[in-house]
Protein backbone atom coordinates (compact mmCIF):
# COMPACT_ATOMS: atom_id res chain seq x y z
CA UNK A 1 0.00 0.00 0.00
CA UNK A 2 1.62 3.67 -0.82
CA UNK A 3 1.63 6.59 1.47
CA UNK A 4 -1.27 8.40 -0.48
CA UNK A 5 -3.82 5.17 -0.79
CA UNK A 6 -3.01 5.04 3.35
CA UNK A 7 -3.67 8.52 3.84
CA UNK A 8 -7.16 8.41 1.93
CA UNK A 9 -7.70 5.15 4.02
CA UNK A 10 -7.87 7.48 7.46
CA UNK A 11 -11.01 9.04 9.02
CA UNK A 12 -11.07 10.91 12.24
CA UNK A 13 -10.96 8.48 14.34
CA UNK A 14 -7.94 6.87 13.33
CA UNK A 15 -6.32 10.16 13.39
CA UNK A 16 -6.98 10.65 16.91
CA UNK A 17 -5.61 7.39 17.89
CA UNK A 18 -2.43 8.49 15.71
CA UNK A 19 -2.07 11.24 17.90
CA UNK A 20 -2.89 9.71 21.06
CA UNK A 21 -0.17 6.99 20.26
CA UNK A 22 2.36 9.92 19.42
CA UNK A 23 1.33 11.45 23.24
CA UNK A 24 1.48 8.64 25.17
CA UNK A 25 4.70 7.11 23.33
CA UNK A 26 2.57 3.42 23.28
CA UNK A 27 -0.08 1.64 21.17
CA UNK A 28 -3.28 1.19 23.04
CA UNK A 29 -2.74 -2.44 23.80
CA UNK A 30 0.30 -1.09 26.00
CA UNK A 31 3.30 -1.84 23.50
CA UNK A 32 5.70 0.99 23.12
CA UNK A 33 5.87 3.43 19.66
CA UNK A 34 9.47 2.74 18.31
CA UNK A 35 11.23 6.17 16.84
CA UNK A 36 10.34 5.03 13.23
CA UNK A 37 6.54 4.09 14.29
CA UNK A 38 6.13 7.21 16.05
CA UNK A 39 8.10 9.49 13.04
CA UNK A 40 5.69 7.65 10.85
CA UNK A 41 2.68 8.34 12.53
CA UNK A 42 3.43 11.75 13.19
CA UNK A 43 4.31 12.74 9.34
CA UNK A 44 1.02 10.37 8.76
CA UNK A 45 -1.02 12.78 10.63
CA UNK A 46 0.60 16.10 9.21
CA UNK A 47 -0.53 14.99 6.13
CA UNK A 48 -3.91 14.00 6.64
CA UNK A 49 -4.76 17.34 8.09
CA UNK A 50 -3.26 19.11 5.43
CA UNK A 51 -5.29 17.76 2.66
CA UNK A 52 -8.22 17.85 4.81
CA UNK A 53 -8.65 20.23 7.79
CA UNK A 54 -8.09 24.08 7.32
CA UNK A 55 -4.89 25.86 8.14
CA UNK A 56 -6.31 26.93 11.20
CA UNK A 57 -7.17 23.58 12.58
CA UNK A 58 -4.03 22.08 11.85
CA UNK A 59 -1.44 20.81 14.29
CA UNK A 60 0.89 23.45 15.18
CA UNK A 61 -1.03 26.15 14.07
CA UNK A 62 0.25 29.81 15.13
CA UNK A 63 -2.49 32.66 14.08
CA UNK A 64 -0.50 35.48 12.50
CA UNK A 65 0.19 38.47 14.68
CA UNK A 66 -2.61 41.22 14.89
CA UNK A 67 0.34 43.98 15.01
CA UNK A 68 3.48 43.82 13.21
CA UNK A 69 7.16 42.73 14.82
CA UNK A 70 9.22 46.17 15.51
CA UNK A 71 11.76 46.39 13.27
CA UNK A 72 15.16 45.42 14.24
CA UNK A 73 18.25 47.35 14.05
CA UNK A 74 22.00 45.30 12.94
CA UNK A 75 23.51 48.24 15.20
CA UNK A 76 24.44 47.80 18.85
CA UNK A 77 23.32 49.37 21.49
CA UNK A 78 25.84 52.73 22.08
CA UNK A 79 24.93 52.71 26.18
CA UNK A 80 24.91 49.03 26.26
CA UNK A 81 22.95 47.05 29.20
CA UNK A 82 23.40 48.37 32.66
CA UNK A 83 23.79 46.48 35.73
CA UNK A 84 24.60 46.52 39.43
CA UNK A 85 27.92 46.14 40.12
CA UNK A 86 27.45 42.95 41.66
CA UNK A 87 25.58 41.86 38.91
CA UNK A 88 28.35 43.14 36.76
CA UNK A 89 31.11 41.14 37.93
CA UNK A 90 28.97 37.76 38.36
CA UNK A 91 28.40 38.27 34.20
CA UNK A 92 32.07 38.92 33.76
CA UNK A 93 33.25 36.05 35.71
CA UNK A 94 31.10 33.76 34.03
CA UNK A 95 32.62 34.67 30.86
CA UNK A 96 35.67 34.14 32.43
CA UNK A 97 35.16 30.76 33.47
CA UNK A 98 33.72 29.60 29.95
CA UNK A 99 36.08 28.83 27.35
CA UNK A 100 35.49 31.41 25.81
CA UNK A 101 38.73 33.55 26.13
CA UNK A 102 36.78 36.71 24.29
CA UNK A 103 36.41 40.25 25.86
CA UNK A 104 32.69 41.06 27.46
CA UNK A 105 31.04 41.42 23.89
CA UNK A 106 28.63 44.56 25.41
CA UNK A 107 30.08 47.60 27.35
CA UNK A 108 28.62 47.52 30.69
CA UNK A 109 27.89 50.84 32.62
CA UNK A 110 27.78 50.30 36.31
CA UNK A 111 24.35 51.69 37.96
CA UNK A 112 24.90 54.06 41.13
Known sequence: MSFDALLNNLNPQIIGSLKRAIELGKWPNG???????????????????????????????????????????????????????????HIQLLYIHRAEVAPFPVPVTLLP
Do not use: I
Not at 58 to 87: H, I, N
Open 31 to 89: VALTDQQRRLCAEAVANWERRTLPADAQVGYVPPKRTPAPTRTKSRPSAGFKFSAKCAT
